[in-house]
T-cell receptor, first 116, second 115 residues
């Protein structure tokens, strides 16, 4: 069974600082994908970044980067130069390697608050 | 990524009634997923809706409570039947495009409140 753990229920960061949101995972699949989504108060789920288990380099998307440490089974999200609009819930998720297993398993989320 | 339209965006429902949520995608997709997010909680998969076959339900979810239709490759509905206050949640439709990126795209969600 797959499991995602986010140990930070909430984080408070000053604007313009970098922030790291933790995510650890557990799976027996050799092939898997890791995702980060942002959920603002409006409720929509916004895709941020994806990391495949066989990717050699850490994924980056603009201000978002994923610190992928496969041996530690961690996939932390790093947001550089945080902005007020980054305040939201952030979910780490995993997709299994089975051909038919396109479904995502989500962590409990971290509520990020950016202070001016 | 695919564009997903969900209706209704929100609704307030009476106990014991049923409500059908619609999910329309701007392109043909093989698999559509329905998730539930209870207040303050994470997302939990209810079922996977495949065109031409019955939906596959996750543990803890049954067809009688959450019937799903998938009449074609761009549309699906989820019905929440005989609602109780415990069904108050955001219900989200999600799809993966048939080819290309691994990303699952989500609709904006349907926020249901059951009184």
């Amino acid at each position: 069974a797959q499991k995602i753990t986010q140990t930070q229920p909430g984080m408070f960061v000053q604007e313009k600082e970098a922030v790291t949101l933790d995510c650890t995972y557990d799976t027996s699949d050799p092939s898997y994908g890791l995702f980060w989504y942002k959920q603002p108060s409006s409720g929509e789920m916004i895709f941020l970044i994806y990391q495949g288990s066989y990717d050699q380099q850490n994924a980056t998307e603009g201000r978002y980067s994923l610190n992928f440490q496969k041996a530690r089974k961690s996939a932390n999200l790093v947001i550089s130069a945080s902005q007020l609009g980054d305040s939201a819930m952030y979910f780490c998720a995993m997709r299994g390697g089975n051909q038919g297993a396109q479904k995502l398993v989500f962590g409990q989320g971290t509520r990020l608050t950016i202070n001016p | 990524s695919a564009v997903i339209s969900q209706k209704p965006s929100r609704d307030i429902c009476q106990r014991g009634t049923s409500l059908t949520i619609q999910c329309q995608v701007d392109s043909q997709v093989t698999m559509m997923f329905w998730y539930r997010q209870q207040p303050g909680q994470s997302l939990t998969l209810i079922a996977t809706a495949n065109q031409g076959s019955e939906a596959t339900y996750e543990s803890g979810f049954v067809i009688d409570k959450f019937p799903i239709s998938r009449p074609n490759l761009t549309f699906s509905t989820l019905t929440v039947s005989n609602m109780s206050p415990e069904d108050s949640s955001i219900y989200l439709c999600s799809v993966k495009k048939n080819s290309g990126a691994n990303v699952l795209t989500f609709g904006a969600g349907s926020r249901l409140t059951v009184l």
